[in-house]
Structure formats: structure tokens, C-alpha cells
């Protein structure tokens, strides 16, 4: 029963370089969201999906990109990586319609940017 | 946007102690969850509150929903070490908008 899988678990960059964070679910959740935890910011909302082919964008989008192909899969891109990008990275998943659907959150992915 | 505005940011407390924690808006949510989130880990559920008025217990922590679903509170009974963590609240306007979160309180509990 793996839920959200998130992978890698750390990662180091250089300014500049490219990277996809994976994130795969296997419970069938229609959304999927993408989330940043840095130091006194609580959860931020980068980028969110309701479903396949559907990607929106939260609340701080700018320098990542998402695509969701099929409902298991919603990797997220930094096309060109920025020190203000170090941060704690969380995947999550729930079934779309009742509001008060179970979040599934990933471990998390550390990113820092040198 | 929503805000969710969290109190206190940090609260160290010796183990036995009581405490609330509180989680306010200017907005109506239509539903509240509270999250735990250890070191390392993503945030664990621990309720949801749907209702203006709801209170839930789950074993010593006590939430309740305001009545006007703007705000929320969390009641832990006599704390142990083990309820150290950083505990979340998240708000939903409705079934498919995103998950809003505060910034957290960070709880340390002393043996």
C-alpha cells in the first residue's frame, strides 16, 4: 500500500539546472497538488490538478512547471533552478468532490539550490 | 486568497500541562482540517470538522469548529513528549478548491 510516492528524497542543484521532482499515487485520486514547506511559511500551493489533462496554478507557481498526463503521475519541473527554490517539496492526493476528502501527503523532497 | 492565522507559532509546555491552540479567519471555510507533522514526514490528518458548532475528541485532543466556520481549536489534555510536532490547520471553501494552510504551531513537550 505505498499511497504517495515521492521521489528523490534529497536532491542538490546548481543555479540554472533543471530538474523533475516524481510523484505517483496509486489510489486513483483524481487531485493531486504540489506544495512547499519553508521556515515560518507554512504549506504553500504551487500548482494543483483535478484530473488528468487538467493542471491549475496556487498560490506560487512562478518557476515550476506540472503536467499530468495520466492520474497517477504529476512530476513537477524547475526548468531553471533559483536559490529561492531551496525548500522542503510535499506531493498530495485526495479524492475530488466532498470537502472534507482525506489529504494524502508524500514524505517530502528536499531541494536545495547552491 | 483565504488566510488561515495560527496562535501561537511556538509553545513549549511540561509534560501533564493543558494547552489550546488556535487557528482563525476572516473567511468561511466549509470544512477544517487539523494536521500533525513530525520531523522528516509529511503531514498526518488527524480531523475534520464540517459543521459550525462540531466538536471532536480524539483520545486527550479536543477540536472544535466556530460557529460560523471562520475559525477552529485545538485542545490537548495533559501533554506528553510524544504530542511534540508541528500541528497544521487548512481550511476548503468547497469540495474542489484547494487545501489553504496555516503556518503551523510548533508544539515541543517536556518530559
Known amino acids: 500500500n505505498a499511497g504517495v510516492t515521492q521521489t528523490p528524497k534529497f536532491q542538490v542543484l546548481k543555479t540554472g539546472q533543471s530538474m523533475t521532482l516524481q510523484c505517483a499515487q496509486d489510489?486513483?485520486?483524481?487531485?493531486m497538488s504540489w506544495y512547499r514547506q519553508d521556515p515560518g511559511m507554512g504549506l504553500r500551493l504551487i500548482h494543483y490538478?483535478?484530473?488528468?489533462?487538467?493542471?491549475d496554478q496556487g498560490e506560487v507557481p512562478n518557476g515550476y512547471n506540472v503536467s499530468r498526463s495520466t492520474t497517477e503521475d504529476f512530476p513537477l519541473r524547475l526548468l531553471s533552478a533559483a536559490p529561492s527554490q531551496t525548500s522542503v517539496y510535499f506531493c498530495?492526493?485526495?479524492?475530488?468532490?466532498?470537502?472534507?476528502?482525506?489529504?494524502?501527503f508524500g514524505e517530502g523532497s528536499w531541494l536545495t539550490v547552491v | 486568497t483565504q488566510l488561515l492565522e495560527q496562535s501561537p507559532q511556538f509553545l513549549s509546555i511540561q509534560e501533564g500541562e493543558n494547552l489550546t491552540v488556535y487557528c482563525n479567519s476572516s473567511?468561511?471555510?466549509?470544512?477544517l482540517q487539523w494536521y500533525r507533522q513530525e520531523p522528516g514526514e509529511g503531514p498526518v490528518l488527524l480531523v475534520t470538522?464540517?459543521?459550525?458548532?462540531e466538536v471532536k475528541k480524539l483520545k486527550r485532543l479536543t477540536f472544535q469548529f466556530g460557529d460560523a466556520r471562520k475559525d477552529s481549536s485545538l485542545h490537548i489534555t495533559a501533554a506528553q513528549p510524544g504530542d511534540t510536532g508541528l500541528y497544521l490547520c487548512?481550511?476548503?471553501?468547497?469540495?474542489?478548491?484547494?487545501?489553504?494552510f496555516g503556518k503551523g504551531t510548533r508544539l515541543s513537550v517536556i518530559a
Open positions: 498530495a492526493s485526495r479524492r475530488q468532490g466532498r470537502t472534507g476528502n482525506t489529504i494524502y
Open positions: 489510489m486513483n485520486h483524481e487531485y
Open positions: 490538478s483535478v484530473g488528468a489533462g487538467i493542471t
Open positions: 473567511s468561511v471555510f466549509s470544512s
Open positions: 470538522v464540517v459543521t459550525g458548532g
Open positions: 487548512a481550511g476548503r471553501n468547497s469540495g474542489n478548491t484547494p487545501l489553504v
